[in-house]
């Protein structure tokens, strides 16, 4: 009998059939370009004590396990690229505990972000991470990837906000790590090393994650410019004039052209904008309309063709959300996208954009970049037909491996936010000598020593 076959029957003896699920080719992608890779076997737990059981079955039968939260990744992280069993998480999805006098949330690994964050902020508090996914993806997802979003600017991605874990380790180990108070410095920062591990060392089942006051108020502009250098020098004046931005945006004139002619801006913008940045201020209501108005001025300073205030709420919320479809958009509108999420010191970050739109030119490709730009750290995309021509296939792979170098010779990293998973794993020796990486290899077999966890992800 197949090792997979052996596995499906212990788990219907062992743990009852209703948590099989029988689609399987809901599972061969996520959100990326990689698949399909159908798996053998999904399983759904409701509870951490199947989720341990069906690791120590897989670690006895030899069979690979993928953990996935609500597949949104880009990377292929939760491909069963190996074969195996996915194990899918979305059904473990309680908010198990609000506690608002000590300003923390203990939640399953499957809650939807936006709907912790719609939770807490019902009580006045404010959970900040927001990746751009924030409605479909999952706060496991999130602690895997360490996620990031817009207001990482002003207060750091998931990691910042991740306390204490419940996981299930490779090895069959359930183990509560971390703390419940804000500060913990008692041993090794395991919860460090699983945020951001992408499932190869552990499966989350419960975690516990820091809350703060929600602020009053939040004041968003549109600013629009000539060109992505302006707009740089923009970023850096507003991240040195003490105003602490809580999201600084940038889109490139490829993103800019197709949002003006989108006609979905929800602001005016002169037809001629070559480059975006939304730029959002929150705090108390009292001095944030000064604020942003020296905000506004600031942008002015550095070039801005117009600068535009989101005057209420919806018109707020409708320019966030022409942001967050930006993927989407540009997806929409070529045949192929090929995205990486490459981050430099923000310093860096002009020559960055200059960088991933040469690589483009070199190789007769359109590029268009977005994103974290308060975090050094852009979305780039390939854009083109892959019927166009015959190489044109050879030719994005040669610019993505131009950019990935010159984001390294720049001081910087492959991933900002999405990941290695399968996708960037053969560049990651551009970045990391071996001797880094043997090391976190031998992590892995600690944690893992069958290797069944996400099996040959990360590392090449
Ligand atoms: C339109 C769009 C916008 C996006 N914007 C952002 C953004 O702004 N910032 C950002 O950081 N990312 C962004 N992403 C990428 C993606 O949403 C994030 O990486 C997110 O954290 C993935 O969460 P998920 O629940 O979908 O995880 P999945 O895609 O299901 O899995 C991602 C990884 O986590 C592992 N994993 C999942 N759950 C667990 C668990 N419980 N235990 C152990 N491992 C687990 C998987 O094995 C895999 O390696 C975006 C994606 C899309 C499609």
């Not at 908010?95 to 923390?104: G, K, P, T, V, Y």
């Not at 003490?242 to 004139?253: F, I, V």
């Not at 010191?345 to 590029?367: F, N």
């Amino acid at each position: 009998m197949l090792a997979i076959d052996a596995l499906r029957e212990r788990v219907i003896s062992e743990l009852g059939g209703d948590l099989l699920v029988d689609d399987h080719a809901a599972y061969a992608r996520d959100d990326g370009a990689l698949g399909p890779f159908p798996p053998g076997l999904v399983v759904r737990p409701r509870e951490a004590r199947e989720v341990r059981a069906i690791v120590d079955l897989c670690r006895a039968l030899r069979v690979p396990l993928s953990p996935r939260g609500a597949g949104t990744g880009t990377v292929g992280g939760c491909l069963a690229d190996h074969g195996g069993l996915v194990l899918d998480l979305a059904g473990m999805d309680r908010i198990l505990e609000i506690d608002e006098r000590s300003l923390l949330a203990t939640v399953e690994p499957g809650v939807i972000t936006a709907r912790l964050q719609a939770a807490v902020e019902a009580r006045g508090l404010f959970y900040p991470p927001d990746p751009a996914s924030l409605k479909k993806c999952s706060l496991g997802g999130n602690v895997a990837t360490n996620a990031g979003g817009p207001r990482a600017c002003k207060y750091g991605v998931t990691g910042a906000f991740v306390l204490g874990l419940e996981v299930v380790s490779g090895a069959g180990e359930a183990m509560t790590l971390g703390h419940r108070s804000i500060k913990g410095v008692t041993g090794y920062n395991l919860v460090g090393l699983l945020v951001g591990s992408e499932g190869t060392l552990a499966v989350s089942t419960a975690c516990t994650l820091r809350l703060l006051p929600r602020p009053s108020a939040a004041f968003t502009l549109l600013a629009s410019f000539e060109g992505e250098l302006a707009a740089c020098d923009a970023v850096q004046r507003c991240l040195l004039s003490g105003l602490q931005p809580a999201a600084l945006e940038l889109a490139d004139r490829t993103c800019a052209k197709v949002l003006v002619e989108s006609g979905e801006l929800a602001v005016p913008v002169p037809s001629d904008a070559r480059a975006l940045l939304w730029l959002e201020l929150d705090g108390d209501e009292a001095g944030l309309d000064a604020a942003i108005r020296r905000a506004g001025a600031i942008c002015r300073e550095a070039g801005a063709l117009a600068v535009e205030l989101a005057g209420d709420a919806d018109t707020r919320d409708r320019l966030w959300e022409v942001r967050r479809a930006l993927s989407h958009t540009l997806r929409a509108r070529w045949p192929k996208k090929v995205s990486e999420d490459v981050a430099v010191p923000i310093g860096r970050l002009a020559e960055l954009a200059e960088a991933a739109r040469a690589s483009g030119e070199r190789h007769r490709l359109d590029t268009a970049s977005f994103g974290h730009a308060g975090d050094g750290n852009l979305h780039v995309n390939f854009l083109y037909d892959p019927a166009s021509a015959a190489d044109v296939e050879a030719r994005v792979e040669r610019a993505v491996a131009e950019l990935f170098e010159a984001t390294v010779a720049l001081g910087g990293t492959l991933s900002g936010e999405h990941g290695i998973g399968i996708a960037k794993r053969p560049y990651m020796p551009l970045e990391q000598p071996n001797e880094v990486r043997a090391l976190q290899l031998a992590l892995k077999r600690s944690w893992d020593p069958a290797g069944i966890l996400n099996p040959g992800k990360i590392f090449p």
